[in-house]
DNA sequence: TAGATTGTTAATCGATTAACAATC
DNA sequence: TAGATTGTTAATCGATTAACAATC
């Protein structure tokens, strides 16, 4: 990962992504042309802003113009690397990690979960699941084999820290942990935390009666 | 609502889940005195932070001393809402919509999902639930007795905004979003996305070799 | 050319951090 | 009292927005 690309802020690259997926709303839309304003205005923000942030990445648009939709949505999809397929592992088929193997949310956006892992695997309290299931311990084995370099992890809070450092060991460089948990990893692995309870905390605050 | 609460940012409620997280972690570890130093270490924050962000709710620490953990914690579960139960119902039994049903992280937080909604209920085709399940058509009339107020929406995305607006009329004044659509909804109503595809982009983005 | 919209610089706004008097 | 840590003000940092020359 070059030093570049570590100094743009996530939010610069969510709201790229968000970019992206207007983008791909409107592929058939008749009208190739987009400006900064219209896809602003589609997501609340500032014309400024999505110029700025696309001036992050070099000169994307034509000016007295705006940009052609088709060659901007290219440029989105090899600036956030989904214009080639990455293979996911997921970790943990409780039921959120069984949900997450058939989420077809992420296949769309070129995710491809290529096998998952549970300690029941091979036992028969193994569920069904839409992709092959192995057992923990085949885990280096396994992510070596199919050459994944993404990880979801949806395990019990006690197995993270430890599931971690095997994924880590096995050449994982980038988890999706929904596991409440703080994980330590190296510095080449990036972690990115999504704690549903925290979501649902944030929204309750906003309608509840004051404290 | 009132004024003062919905100035208070997004990030500085998200850090009070957090704060709670770690005093509820040590809630049965002895010392009931945290200082802000300890809880801003705990989560790679910085001190001052900690204070000025509750400083926002009024005075909660003893000056030479630190926080009484216990009180703090109290304190932090009445500022979020989250010192009383709340009644969640869930529109859309796919498989998102199944896991987070039974998702365990919730109730822990005083989330309860009291019932789910989704077209297929009552007929062969519907899911085994943990909760009630009911049809759409009796929307409004289940949220009424059952007192909802708060909703989970993981409907198709075609239904999204036909089923906030029908939420919005039966009284609902939060909605946790998993559908990749912005919503349309009165200014009384909060709504919070959650898009799980974005932040597998994002976290894709600071892995994959630059474009 | 006239009109429109870019890329970019400068101005503003808000959030984070440092510093410290107050105080237990 | 001496030591520690709060609450809060002031300084810094970064992100957003406004403005506009460049240019299609």
Same mark, same amino acid.
């Given at each position: ?12 690259? &969510?709201?790229?992504?968000? *970019?992206?997926?207007?983008?791909? !709303? ?6 190739? &042309?987009?400006?900064? @304003? !219209?896809?602003? /205005? ?6 400024? /802003?999505?110029? &700025? ?8 648009? $034509? ?13 989105? &999809? ?9 293979? $996911? ?13 058939? *989420?077809?949310?992420?296949?769309? /956006? ?37 050459? $994944? ?11 993270? /820290?430890? $599931? ?12 999706? @942990? ?27 605050? *906003? ?5």
């Amino acid at each position: 990962m070059t030093e570049v690309r570590t100094r743009i802020p996530k939010a610069v690259v &969510k709201r790229l992504s968000l *970019y992206l997926r207007v983008l791909q !709303e409107r592929e058939d839309s008749g009208s190739d &042309k987009i400006s900064s @304003n !219209e896809l602003a /205005q589609a997501l609340g923000f500032n014309s400024a /802003q999505v110029r &700025k942030d696309l001036a992050h990445f070099g000169q994307f648009g $034509v000016p007295g113009f705006g940009y052609h939709a088709g060659e901007l949505r290219e440029s989105l &999809k090899r600036i956030l690397g989904t214009d080639r397929r990455v293979r $996911v592992a997921l970790v943990g088929m409780g039921n959120l990690g069984r949900a997450l193997t058939s *989420y077809h949310g992420f296949s769309r /956006q070129g995710f491809e979960v290529v096998c998952a892992f549970d300690l029941v695997a091979g036992t028969e309290d193994a569920p069904a699941a839409p992709v092959p299931l192995f057992p923990v311990e085949e885990l280096e084995s396994r992510l070596k084999e199919l050459r $994944v370099d993404f990880a979801i992890l949806t395990v019990p809070r006690e197995a993270a /820290q430890d $599931v971690t450092n095997r994924l880590v060991e096995a050449g994982v460089t980038a988890i999706l @942990n929904f596991v409440p948990q703080r994980l330590s990893v190296p510095s080449h692995v990036q972690v990115h935390y999504v704690d549903l309870s925290i979501e649902m905390e944030t929204l309750n605050f *906003y309608i509840a009666p004051p404290g």
